[in-house]
Nanobody, 115 residues
Framework: QVQLVESGGGLVQPGGSLRLSCEHR????????MGWYRQAPGNQREMVAT???????DYVDSVKGRFTIFRDNHLKTVYLQMNSLKPEDTAVYYC?????????WGEGTQVGVSS
C-alpha cells in the first residue's frame, strides 16, 4: 500500500516557485515524514530538506535560503516551498518517512526548471 504521495511538481522558469506536498495516505499510523530528497538524471539521490528533531530543520547547502520545509497543523502533510528555482534544481523529488526503523518513500514528483 502506498503510504506517501507527492504532488505539486511541474515545469517553471528560473526564478519561479513551486510548493511540493507530501501526504501521508497509508494505513501505518505511526509513519513519520522525515523530509524531502531529490534525484537528478544521472545523479545519486540527495537529501534536500529534513526535520532533525526539536523543531530543527536541515537543508542541503545549495537550497538554503530558497527552500522551506514545514508541516500542516494536523501533521498529515509535509510541504516543501521552493523559491528562486534554478535549473540545477531539476530533479524528481521524493518524500521519505520512517516507521519502526523502516524507510518509506513516495513515488516522486517531477520538477523541471528551464528557460
Amino acid at each position: 500500500q502506498v503510504q506517501l504521495v507527492e504532488s505539486g511538481g511541474g515545469l517553471v522558469q528560473p526564478g519561479g516557485s513551486l510548493r511540493l506536498s507530501c501526504e501521508h495516505r497509508g494505513s501505518i499510523f505511526d509513519l513519520y515524514v522525515m523530509g524531502w530528497y531529490r534525484q537528478a538524471p544521472g545523479n545519486q539521490r540527495e537529501m534536500v530538506a529534513t526535520f532533525t528533531g526539536g523543531g530543527r530543520r536541515d537543508y542541503v547547502d545549495s537550497v538554503k535560503g530558497r527552500f522551506t520545509i514545514f508541516r500542516d497543523n494536523h501533521l498529515k502533510t509535509v510541504y516543501l516551498q521552493m523559491n528562486s528555482l534554478k535549473p540545477e534544481d531539476t530533479a524528481v523529488y521524493y518524500c521519505c518517512g520512517k516507521e519502526n526503523g523502516e524507510d518509506y518513500w513516495g513515488e516522486g514528483t517531477q520538477v523541471g526548471v528551464s528557460s
